[in-house]
């Protein structure tokens, strides 16, 4: 894919959503609704960037498939049910994490941890990124099969 240029959103582009508008409100109702988190990422991001713009610029910048977003749905319930002490958590976190599990699952050529580290704005400093890949494999043996 592609690599993210940087990690502050692009301000020439007239529509905060990039387009992806209804997706990134649905997918941050479900985020929040399902975990309790709050809109906002914690103070110490140092980010006042509400979640839907979040995922917004996330979708814009990676162009993924459109399936992904049914993959992080089914990822955050599974999620969810499996490790219940995520409520409360920050749903960017959350976000990206099943996003990149997402992309990992359904595309052959994903991004680096770097590039996942500059999608997310810069929120998550690749050590974090590299925290969330490395708990990619607790997903793994947890039973969850996506049928194709």
């Known amino acids: 894919p592609p690599k993210p240029e940087s990690t502050q959103p692009t301000t020439r582009h007239s529509d905060p959503f990039y387009g992806h508008e209804r997706a990134s409100h649905l997918c941050a109702w479900f985020i929040t609704h399902l975990f309790t988190c709050p809109e906002y990422p914690p103070s110490s991001s140092n980010s006042q960037v509400k ?4 995922i917004a610029y996330a979708l814009h910048r990676t ?3 459109p399936i992904q977003l ?3 749905f089914l990822l955050c319930k599974h999620g969810e049910q499996r490790f219940p002490t995520t409520r409360g958590s920050s749903g960017h976190h959350l976000f990206v994490s099943a996003f990149m599990l997402a992309s990992k699952v359904i595309c052959d050529d ?3 941890n770097k590039s996942w580290s500059i999608v997310a704005q810069g929120m998550f ?3 974090e990124i590299n925290q969330i890949t490395s ?3 607790i997903y793994a043996r947890s039973s969850f099969y996506i049928h194709t």
């Not at 979640?51 to 979040?54: D, G, Q, S």
């Open 51 to 54: 979640l839907p713009h979040f």
């Open 63 to 65: 162009k993924l498939p």
């Open 70 to 72: 049914q993959i992080i």
């Open 110 to 112: 994903t991004y680096s």
């Open 135 to 137: 708990r990619f494999p």
């Open 125 to 127: 400093q690749l050590r």
